[in-house]
């Protein structure tokens, strides 16, 4: 049974950084592209970042507009977990971020339906 368990969601203050992670298990991690996306209240989820799978140590990474020099996204996949550092943050950027894995790459992610396994999601608040 495939699980993603995202943590290090909390509360902070704008201009701050927190450190998202993905912890994934019962899939071939390396395989797999991987995302982040987030759902503001009251807003549709939309995506976030995504990283391409394993590719001999060069990955292809890839933002949405919103968040493009503050945010990086990486990977480990020794530790089959991927990370979303988040500097500079906004009180825009509150949302519950998800992470997701596809074995179809990266245009999968970025089209952000019908992808193959999601999280549970981390509530990020950022207040100002």
């Known amino acids: 049974q495939v699980h993603l368990v995202e943590s290090g969601g909390g509360l902070v203050q704008a201009g701050d950084s927190l450190r998202l992670s993905c912890l994934a298990s019962?899939?071939?991690?390396?395989?797999?592209?991987m995302g982040w996306f987030r759902q503001a209240p009251g807003k549709e989820r939309e995506f976030v970042a995504v990283i391409s799978s394993s590719g001999r140590g060069i990955y292809y990474a890839d933002y949405a507009d919103s968040v493009k020099g503050r945010f990086t996204i990486s990977r480990d996949n020794a530790k089959s977990t991927i990370h979303l550092q988040m500097n500079s943050l906004k009180p825009e950027d509150t949302a519950v971020y998800y992470c997701?894995?596809?074995?179809?790459?990266?245009?999968?992610?970025?089209?952000?339906?019908?992808?193959?396994?999601w999280g549970q999601g981390t509530q990020v608040t950022v207040s100002s």
């Open positions: 997701a894995a596809d074995h179809q790459g990266t245009f999968a992610i970025r089209a952000g339906s019908d992808l193959d396994y």
């Open positions: 019962g899939l071939t991690f390396s395989s797999y592209a």
